[in-house]
């Protein structure tokens, strides 16, 4: 069935081939209709732009197109796909649907399984098991003699269940209104503002030092934030990796409370690592950017005033990231630069602070 299915979307030449080897079995063109009065004495494949079924399909019908009506009678099971399925005839088995819009005013003998955007049963549609859905919306007004189970976004019933009914109703998130989006604007403001303010008033270099740094060395800040980012997610899984290995080799040493020692040591070592991470992400890499950008805008003359340059810097950043859709690139690369900066000053910091090495000492008097 799956190979002859295949063949059928082969294209036209195929199904014709096939048409006459095995007697009208497989049908496809701009439309594909069985008469009323027309009798298929098997299975039907059919596609096309149209698929009407107003005669009888004694076997199963597997159809394919940009319409599908079932006016008229299949013995089987009916298979769709389609932007629209219509059956508001006789089906004998069961109906497995994917649609846009599937409409079912006719009977079903066994299931209806469907994924649709839009499911409806009229009250003259009859389902004589159970009824397997998700779908965007439902409205069931007709019969259903056995079990209803799915999940769509609206469901709507004035007809009746013979069985069960568990339906889940996943309700849309509104989109945020202007107002909300400014408040959270303004709380991201204040927020970042404070913890930022903090940082340039206790560790100055992070802030005004990773400022410089973008502004000197932007490429390189770049190349350097890209590989921390990749960098610290290969450092927390080695370190879990490190640990469950060492876990199982003092197991097997019968060392137990050094088991729980290393595991303890591992999750601080994780955490500390991941809010050193998270303090450098959301705030010392965004503010530090802003600052640069700020003191790139207003020059050389305004290179003194850092706190203002940070207020305004923050409220540029601020501003960028909450544009719908786009704001969330242009954070992740405002991070990038920034942790990139951070890594380069916190380097360059690390070496000056090294000890100078011993100087040599005198050669022996000869």
């Known amino acids: 069935m799956l190979l002859a299915g295949v063949l059928l979307i082969g294209g036209p030449v195929t199904a014709v081939a096939q048409e006459q080897a095995l007697g009208g079995k497989f049908r496809s063109g701009d439309s594909v209709v069985i008469s009323a009065g027309e009798t298929v004495g098997g299975d039907l494949y059919a596609t096309g732009e149209t698929v ?9 019908l597997v159809a394919a197109g940009g319409s599908v009506d079932v006016t008229g009678e299949v013995g089987g099971d009916v298979l769709a796909g389609s932007g629209t399925v219509n059956i508001s005839g006789d089906v004998g088995g069961d109906v497995r649907v994917g649609a846009g819009d599937l409409t079912i005013a006719g009977s079903i003998g066994e299931d209806l399984l469907a994924g649709a955007g839009q499911v409806t049963i009229t009250s003259s549609g009859t389902v004589g098991e159970d009824f397997v859905f998700g779908a965007g919306r439902v409205t069931m007004n007709g019969r259903i003699e056995g079990n209803v189970l799915g999940g769509t976004g609206s469901y709507s019933r004035a007809g009746t269940v013979g069985g069960s009914e568990d339906v889940t109703i996943t309700e849309r998130e509104e989109e945020p209104t202007f107002g909300d ?23 100055p270099w992070s802030i005004e030092g ?65 809010f050193l991470l998270v303090i450098a992400i959301a705030y010392l890499a965004p503010a530090a950017v802003g600052m640069a950008v700020a003191r790139l805008a207003l020059g050389q003359a305004w290179t003194t005033r850092r706190w203002l340059l940070l207020v305004l810097g923050v409220l540029g950043v601020v501003i960028v990231t909450s544009i719908p859709v786009l704001g969330g690139w242009l954070g992740f690369v405002i991070v990038v630069f920034g942790l990139g900066a951070f890594l380069l000053t916190a380097n360059a910091r690390r070496r000056r602070t090294q000890p100078l090495p011993p100087p040599p000492m005198p050669a022996p008097a000869s």
């Open 210 to 274: 990773t400022a410089h740094t973008l502004r000197d060395r932007p490429a390189a800040s770049f190349g350097f934030g890209a590989l921390g980012l990749s960098g610290s997610i290969v450092a927390i899984g080695a370190v879990m990796i490190g640990t469950a290995l060492l876990a199982i080799i003092l197991g097997l040493l019968t060392l137990g409370e050094l088991v729980l020692l290393a595991i303890s040591a591992s999750i601080v070592a994780i955490i500390v690592f991941v």
């Open 181 to 203: 989006r400014a408040l959270g604007a303004a709380r991201r403001f204040v927020s970042l503002l404070a913890v930022a303010a903090l940082l340039l008033w206790l560790l």
């Open 52 to 60: 009407r079924i107003d005669g009888t399909v004694e076997g199963d």
